[in-house]
């Protein structure tokens, strides 16, 4: 799946023209035989989904104030004097961030654009926003994990187990009330545990070691079955359409790791006339000068853009 790419000079698409470049997408979409979406880190904070500020300081202001942590990206490499501590931090992590659907609708708005489409998701989130919003998972392939998930600490084993049981016991024993929704809250008073009890500690079923979140992070990240079968679709997507009209649809990708997306895409778009490539991302929107003159590259917010589509 890892392409190398020699992206050459950098342009900004056909046109840097708004209103012309939401017309040659559209006209894009509707002659697509196939979208391929590629979607990063960017998409879900344009849906809400941000790991800092007023979000952040609602859930997690007790950690801020004790360790100095200032948002949710942070505390997750911070080393916790025990595993207690550790899980009710990292519960409140994946229950925000994986079970709470993103509070705006960028995601319900992607879909109704392709739903009636042949379509495939290839995405390096891992907050599951897209099955959350009724994308069919078997479109779908997180490259990176899903918050969803734990696996062993040993990566000899080579499975990853649903976490949303343990989560929901961890938030309730720190605290946490639900709302008329079924939402977890933080109480009034904003008086919560820092530490879940010993005995929700997860433990692998398999071999009595010490869970994780299935996160890529170093090499002991688990691809499971799962992982491999939903490669195998991504890349029968691909074969399938190698030399059809294919709309590369890039949203909020950027440059932490370009050889999941960016660049296969700029490399289809390239070895494929057919082809057309979009990438829409605020402050990061360009492509290579050689596939220009079949790309939009639109500098704003995604949501706004999906709405004029």
């Known amino acids: 799946m890892l392409r190398i790419f020699d992206s050459g000079r950098i342009s900004g698409g056909i046109t840097q023209d708004p209103s012309e470049q939401i017309r ?12 391929l979406i590629g979607a990063g880190a960017g998409l879900s904070t344009a849906a809400g989904f941000t790991y800092a500020g007023e979000r952040f300081h609602k859930y997690f202001r007790d950690f801020a104030e004790k360790y100095g942590i200032q948002d949710m990206y942070s505390g997750g490499f911070y080393p916790f ?50 099955q959350l919003a009724g994308f069919d998972k078997k479109r779908l392939f997180y490259t990176q994990g899903d918050y969803g998930l734990l696996q062993s600490v040993n990566p000899q084993i080579k499975k990853t187990y649903d976490n949303e049981k343990i989560i929901m016991r961890m938030m309730e024993a720190q605290g946490f009330v639900r709302d008329e929704h079924g939402i977890f809250q933080v109480p009034e008073g904003g008086n919560l545990q820092m530490r879940v009890p010993t005995e929700l500690i997860p433990k692998c079923p398999d071999d009595g070691s010490n869970m994780t979140m299935n996160l890529r ?50 490399q289809y778009t390239q070895e494929n006339p057919k082809a057309f490539y979009t990438c829409i991302n605020k402050g990061e929107a360009y492509c290579p000068e050689r596939i220009e003159d079949r790309s939009v590259c639109i500098d704003g917010d995604i949501g706004e853009v999906l709405k004029k589509l």
């Open 24 to 35: 040659i997408l559209k006209d894009q979409l509707d002659q697509a035989e196939a979208v």
């Open 81 to 130: 004097e025990d595993q207690e501590t550790y899980w009710a931090w990292w519960s409140r992590h994946i229950y925000y961030n994986r079970y709470v659907k993103a509070p705006s609708d960028v995601y319900p708005t992607l879909l109704s654009l392709v739903r009636d489409r042949d379509y495939f998701v290839l995405t390096t989130n891992v907050d599951h926003q897209f």
């Open 217 to 266: 992070c170093d090499d002991t990240f688990v691809q499971d079955d799962g992982w491999y079968a939903a490669l195998n679709r991504y890349q029968d997507f691909t074969r399938r359409h190698e030399n059809m009209r294919v709309l590369y649809l890039e949203l909020g990708v950027g440059m932490n790791t370009p050889v999941i997306i960016k660049y296969p895409f700029w």
